[in-house]
């Protein structure tokens, strides 16, 4: 039973294109976030979502865009990428709250070349 | 500057001894998490510390939280190549909405059998 899961779970693609990536959890929890892992391996929060809602939306380009049809779900978007753009994208999840545990997903590594 | 400093950045031990990986927040957390990264996969959930002066096991690893919870050390005793990947320290930071986290800047452990 996967409780987070992303789709792809590789993604190559040229610069310029637009590409979606996909978050689902079957958790039940009511917030979900973005995170960017760089090469050297920090970990950035982009967005987090709680019920639908933007809650957290970190200095991001605004080429990225999260979308949530529901509170299972947190897509994001992302236009015209850039080499730069080339990372490892983790989505979480949790239940409300500020010391809610954080579960991940299995990440997208995302190349652009 | 980093929110939160982790040492050592990487660790190269054989099979069968102990280490010690540390983690300092410049403030206080609400919790304090650790997270195992296999390489090329998501985010483990290990355990999360919450009262100051807390220690939690969980099989060969164990995890200390200072009194004034921005310390934390995890400790893993007669390591194993499954003990193998980067281990990442975060948490809620007090007065942040969203439960944001903030992670260190990771540990890469290897286990040498």
């Known amino acids: 039973d996967t409780a987070v899961s992303q789709t792809p779970k590789y993604l190559v693609t040229q610069m310029g294109n637009d590409k979606s990536i996909k978050c689902e959890q079957n958790?039940?929890?009511?917030?979900m976030y973005w995170y960017k892992q760089d090469s050297k391996k920090f970990l950035k929060i982009m967005f987090s979502?709680?019920?639908?809602?933007?809650?957290i939306n970190e200095t991001v380009p605004n080429r990225f865009s999260p979308k949530s049809p529901d509170k299972a779900h947190l897509n994001l978007h992302i236009n015209s990428l850039e080499l730069g753009d080339s990372a490892v994208y983790f989505c979480?999840?949790?239940?409300?709250?500020?010391?809610?545990?954080?579960?991940f997903g299995p990440g997208t590594r995302l190349l652009v070349l | 500057s980093q929110e939160l400093e982790q040492s050592p950045q990487s660790l190269i031990v054989q099979e069968g001894k102990n280490l010690t990986i540390n983690c300092t927040s410049s403030k206080t957390l609400y919790g304090l998490y650790w997270y195992k990264q296999k390489y090329g996969e998501g985010l483990i959930f290990l355990m999360m510390l919450q009262k100051g002066g807390e220690e939690k096991s969980h099989e060969k690893i164990t995890a200390k939280l200072d009194e004034k919870k921005q310390q934390s050390s995890l400790h893993i005793t007669a390591s194993q190549p499954s003990h193998a990947g980067i281990y990442l320290c975060?948490?809620?930071?007090?007065?942040?909405?969203?439960?944001?986290?903030?992670f260190g800047t990771g540990t890469s452990l290897t286990v040498i059998p």
């Open positions: 958790l039940g929890h009511d917030t």
């Open positions: 979480a999840s949790s239940l409300a709250g500020e010391q809610e545990t954080q579960y």
């Open positions: 975060g948490g809620p930071r007090r007065g942040v909405p969203g439960n944001q986290f903030y």
């Open positions: 979502y709680n019920n639908k809602e933007l809650i």
